[in-house]
């Protein structure tokens, strides 16, 4: 499959928590984040082209599913960031560090 992606993105694993607009959140962990986007696995089940709200590390912002990878992994875009979030994302994706492994 062809990369589509705008903006790079780095394999990091953090913890993440999932806001839908009701309900308890969902708890999940990423598997790669940039500036556009993150990849991340959850236990409950998340709907393609549904609107979240996310918080990993200080970062926070709104979201989107765009689909399913695999049994457990979700491909989701980022909507709403403000310029903090964004500037931190950035920072967490530097030029020299696209193919490097990383858990916080």
């Given at each position: 499959m062809p990369e589509l992606r705008r903006a790079p993105r780095v394999k990091i694993e953090m913890?993440?928590?999932l806001h839908r607009r009701s309900g308890t959140p969902?708890?999940?962990k990423t598997?790669?984040?940039g500036p556009g986007g993150m990849?991340?696995?959850t236990?409950?089940?998340l709907a393609t082209d549904e609107l979240l709200r996310f918080q990993l590390?200080?970062?926070d912002g709104q979201a989107r599913v765009l689909r399913q990878r695999g049994h457990?992994?979700?491909a989701i875009r980022f909507e709403r960031l403000g310029e903090p979030a964004l500037a931190e994302l950035q920072?967490?994706?530097?030029?020299?560090a696209r193919t490097s492994e990383h858990r916080y």
């Open positions: 913890t993440c928590t969902i708890s999940g598997v790669d984040i990849c991340v696995c236990a409950r089940p590390r200080g970062i457990d992994s979700y920072r967490l994706v530097p030029a020299t």
